[in-house]
């Protein structure tokens, strides 16, 4: 592993040197491919144009996530940042000299890697979610072909420049990013067949989420019994990180998972918790003005619930009110907005009529 290893540290150094002008298109790349942008962004638009397409868009990222989370915790993945410091591989007076970012000192295990992981589950969930509505409307099958072929070159560019970022940043071995992008299409792949999770109740949800909250507990408690600690990886972020500010308690295992489970909970408390899905949301969705306004209100919502942010001084508060705003998230965009504008649109013909 550590030829293997140091192959990626010379990659990330060549990156590093080739490419340093194109430093902060690397972060912009890297900040956007983070799962946040599914949520806040991606989602809300896919579920007001296609409601099933946003489903799946969240199952794939949940379950994407909490499977690269436990996969990380099996594979004790190296990240390059502290590799670098901490192997024997080099001499004890040269190492190559890697930098440092303001998003580099993640404090997970790094394989594989989050980032591609679930830019590629989401991305290739949307690139096939626009080819099916295309074939239905049954296009020439030269136009069909073209389209194709520019939506997988667009995304495997995406991918390519979401891996060439996490290793710039030395967040990642390529190794890692390349074992995301196949693991994230799997996944993905995996939810194109499962058609339950378009109809599961709330009782589904909660059982759900419930039972990968307490797996993954349970497996860090058993693991951690016979002498294995899972949070080895935070020390060596504290201790080779360069700016102890960049060291935040939002990029922890338990974060993520809380994060992930506030989603999925929201998700399924969005869709069942008023009648308007029922009643209103089948007079009025199938309106462009409805679902326009729908999408603009949840962004801009979205957005200013986004700035909120918690003190990490206490943990289990910090954790409880991530797990809060991540739900919050997901039923602001299901049931808030829309029922609130339905009840306008209502209103407001119902005043016409008389």
């Not at 490419?19 to 983070?34: C, I, T």
């Not at 600690?229 to 974060?255: E, G, R, Y």
């Not at 200013?304 to 990490?312: E, N, R």
Request: proline share 4%.
């Amino acid at each position: 592993m550590d030829l293997l290893h140091s192959w990626g540290v010379n990659l990330a150094v060549h990156l590093q040197t080739e490419y340093r002008d194109y430093e902060n298109l690397f972060q912009w790349v890297s900040s956007v491919a983070d799962l946040h942008t599914t949520f806040f962004v991606f989602f809300p638009i896919w579920f007001h144009l296609h409601r099933d397409i946003g489903v799946k868009l969240i199952w794939v990222a949940v379950l994407g996530d909490w499977l690269n989370l436990v996969l990380k915790w099996v594979l004790f993945g190296e990240r390059p940042y502290w590799w670098v410091h901490e192997t024997k591989f080099y001499s004890p007076i040269k190492h190559p000299e890697l930098q440092q970012f303001s998003i580099t000192c993640e404090t997970g295990p790094g394989s594989p890697s989050g980032h591609a992981m679930g830019s590629a589950g989401v991305g290739y969930v949307m690139v096939t979610a626009v080819l099916s509505i295309v074939a239905e409307r049954r296009p020439p099958p030269l136009h069909y072909r073209f389209l194709q072929l520019m939506l997988w070159m667009l995304l495997g560019l995406v991918e390519l420049l979401v891996c060439m970022s996490r290793v710039y940043l030395a967040a990642h071995f390529p190794h890692q990013v390349i074992s995301g992008v196949i693991s994230g299409i799997i996944v993905a792949e995996i939810f194109s067949r499962v058609q339950w999770i378009y109809s599961a109740s709330l009782k589904k949800y909660v059982c759900v989420t419930l039972y990968l909250l307490f797996f993954a507990v349970g497996f860090y408690v058993l693991l951690k019994a016979v002498g294995v600690d899972l949070l080895w990886t935070l020390a060596k972020a504290q201790k080779w990180c360069i700016n102890p500010d960049w060291v935040l308690l939002d990029s922890t295992p338990f974060a993520s998972l809380l994060r992930n489970m506030g989603t999925l909970f929201g998700l399924g408390l969005g869709l069942h918790l008023s009648g308007y899905n029922e009643t209103a949301g089948r007079k009025h969705s199938s309106g462009v003005s409805i679902r326009t306004g729908c999408i603009g209100v949840s962004l801009v919502l979205l957005q200013l619930l986004d700035k909120m942010t918690f003190s990490s001084s206490n943990q289990f508060l910090f954790y409880l009110l991530s797990f809060c705003k991540s739900t919050v998230a997901l039923v602001l965009p299901t049931a808030l907005v829309p029922g609130v504008i339905c009840w306008i649109s209502s209103k407001s013909k119902h005043e016409k009529d008389m």
